[in-house]
């Protein structure tokens, strides 16, 4: 995702401002993500945590493991290991796009965004009955959406041959992002 950056300027709002010129400036962003960050700029802080939420589950269900979801100051923020396919390059897929989405989701939740608001579904069924329902649920449909829209943006825009090995990467990756962004609304909305 080459979102690393984010983790400077999650809690900084003005750095995204109308005027600011940061998204041109974030290295790891395509060119269809930088459309995407300047046309949505008080989604990116929400965007940098939900990656970092991202990053912390991976490493926290890998804490045992040889690979461990270790961290590098490169654009693949996970480093060479994601250049292959592999289980682990589909599960970093799948848990970074399952923090945004969720990130993107909660923040619509709280005010933060300018284009959506709180979820209008009904209460939850799960809900303890001796709970009060106050209404605003967590936006998932909006942060599925929005999460579909800049992270798929990145396969979407590679050109590659038909029936190519890249191609079967790109729907590899397309596919993961998307299993992520379901887990996260299933896991959610029941």
């Known amino acids: 995702m080459g979102l690393i950056e984010f983790k400077e300027w999650i809690n900084q709002t003005e750095v995204f401002s109308d005027k600011s010129r940061m998204c041109s400036k974030l290295h790891g962003l395509t060119p269809g993500q930088r459309r995407v960050c300047r046309r949505h700029k008080d989604h990116m802080p929400a965007v940098g945590a939900g990656v970092l939420q991202g990053i912390k589950e991976c490493q926290h269900q890998f804490e045992h493991k040889r ?3 270790t961290v590098t100051g490169d654009e693949t923020v996970f480093g060479p290991l994601t250049l292959i396919a592999s289980r682990e390059t589909a599960f970093t897929h799948a848990i970074t796009a399952a923090g ?14 300018s284009s959506c608001g709180c979820s209008r579904a009904s209460r939850p069924r799960h809900l303890h009955t001796d709970w009060v329902w ?5 936006n998932l449909e909006y942060g599925y959406k929005f ?4 992270v ?5 825009e590679r050109k ?5 090995r890249e191609q079967g990467r790109q729907l590899m990756n397309r596919h993961n992002n998307e299993a992520g962004r379901r887990v996260c609304f299933v896991l959610v909305s029941h």
Do not use: H, P
Request: with cysteine.
């Open 134 to 138: 106050g209404g605003c649920g967590d």
């Open 100 to 113: 945004v989405s969720l990130s993107i989701s909660r923040a619509c939740r709280d005010g933060s965004l």
């Open 160 to 164: 590659v041959k038909r029936g190519s």
């Open 67 to 69: 690979w461990n979801c």
């Open 152 to 156: 798929d943006i990145r396969e979407r």
């Open 147 to 150: 999460t579909e829209g800049f």
